[in-house]
């Protein structure tokens, strides 16, 4: 399984940027396809965005459609969230995850899709 660490979180306010990173460890990072969820206090953990192993191919959810990017570094290990005009309800703690499953063309992802999590950034938005 993948070791994965997350970083970047922090407290902003609505309609600024944030860009989150995940580092792998390990040379199957790059073999991994990989997610953002996020998970608000007393919700369900909730599927962000994916990236194939190769980035050629991602999807999000439709509440960060065309606000979120995620982009990937196989050089680096690492995957990125970039996370602009942040809103109120995207505070949440972000986790990011690798696994093998891949479905093309749907966002139709859930948590047991994946098999290794990172510990968790925090990311608050403040109006």
């Known amino acids: 399984q993948a070791q994965l660490v997350e970083s970047g979180g922090g407290l902003v306010q609505a309609g600024d940027s944030l860009r989150l990173a995940c580092a792998g460890s390990?040379?199957?990072?790059?073999?991994?396809?990989m997610a953002w969820f996020r998970q608000a206090p007393r919700k369900e953990r909730d599927f962000v965005g994916f990236?194939?192993?190769?980035?050629?191919?991602?999807a999000y959810a439709d509440s960060v459609k065309g606000r979120f990017t995620i982009s990937r570094d196989n050089a680096k290990n690492t995957m990125y969230l970039q996370m602009n005009n942040l809103k109120p309800e995207d505070t949440a703690v972000y986790y990011c995850?690798?696994?093998?499953?891949?479905?093309?063309?749907?966002?139709?992802?859930?948590?047991?899709?994946?098999?290794?999590w990172g510990q968790g950034t925090q990311v608050t938005v403040s109006t």
């Open positions: 990236i194939s192993n190769s980035g050629s191919s991602t």
């Open positions: 390990g040379r199957a990072f790059r073999m991994y396809h």
């Open positions: 995850a690798a696994g093998t499953t891949y479905r093309s063309g749907t966002n139709a992802y859930s948590s047991a899709d994946f098999g290794s």
